[in-house]
């Protein structure tokens, strides 16, 4: 069964603090596993797409890896308005339209 | 204005009741769906179309009908609500043979079934 699990469940950090969060799957052949970043009552925001094992894709602050069992969104010296939930999800190749989510981490940043 | 909104964005109803939830988009875009956003669960999909007149079940549909007459339009509907569909959902609209990042996701609505 396709799976994703996200660590740690919640995160708080100092501003200038760097940190990485951790997504790890299970999936029978992956097509691509995604990063969304979610503000609160608003919808899910597209980060980042990783198709294949050390791949890395980067977008100002934030900088996201992948291997064959996990991907980790690393983020440098963070600020206040990065504050928000990231969600991994998952697409394996059989699959053309569904893809699984992770049950996020919720970064908080002080300044 | 172009995007995707979600109708109503707050739903308080009773247990037993009829309820939809509205989802239009301005794209055109043939892919449309229905998440649902729970503490612990993460998005789980609960149906989705390709087209218009398309749709197929996610990975939990039990208790929801969804209809597509027209591509722009995706409403969701809990026939009889159950205190379990106490919700956070989320509809979403992807450009054809477009990747992820051409999906788009609506602002969402909190529902609470009583």
């Known amino acids: 069964e396709d799976q994703v699990t996200q660590s740690p469940e919640a995160l708080r950090l100092q501003e200038g603090e760097s940190s990485s969060l951790n997504c790890s799957y299970t999936v029978s052949g992956l097509r691509g596993l995604f990063w969304y970043r979610q503000d609160p009552g608003k919808g899910p925001e597209f980060l980042f797409t990783l198709y294949s094992a050390g791949e890395e894709k980067e977008k100002e602050r934030l900088k996201a890896t992948l291997t064959k069992k996990e991907s980790f969104l690393h983020i440098t010296a963070p600020k206040p308005e990065d504050s928000a939930t990231y969600l991994c999800?998952?697409?394996?190749?059989?699959?053309?339209?569904?893809?699984?989510f992770g049950s996020g981490t919720r970064l908080s940043i002080r300044p | 204005d172009a995007g995707i909104t979600q109708s109503p964005r707050y739903k308080i109803t009773e247990t037993g009741r009829q309820v939809t939830l509205m989802c239009h988009q301005t794209?055109?875009?043939?892919?449309m769906f229905w998440y649902r956003q729970d503490l612990g669960h993460g998005l789980r999909l609960i149906y989705y179309s390709a087209a218009a007149d398309i749709t197929d079940k996610g990975e939990v549909p039990d208790g929801y009908v969804v209809s597509r007459s027209k591509t722009e339009n995706f409403p969701l509907t809990l026939e009889s609500a159950t205190r379990s569909q106490t919700s956070v959902y989320f509809c979403?609209?992807?450009?054809?043979?477009?990747?992820?990042?051409?999906?788009?996701f609506g602002p969402g609505t909190r529902l609470l079934v009583l």
């Open positions: 794209w055109s875009h043939s892919y």
């Open positions: 979403a609209s992807r450009a054809p043979g477009g990747g992820q990042e051409t999906q788009y």
């Open positions: 999800a998952v697409q394996a190749n059989s699959s053309a339209s569904k893809i699984i």
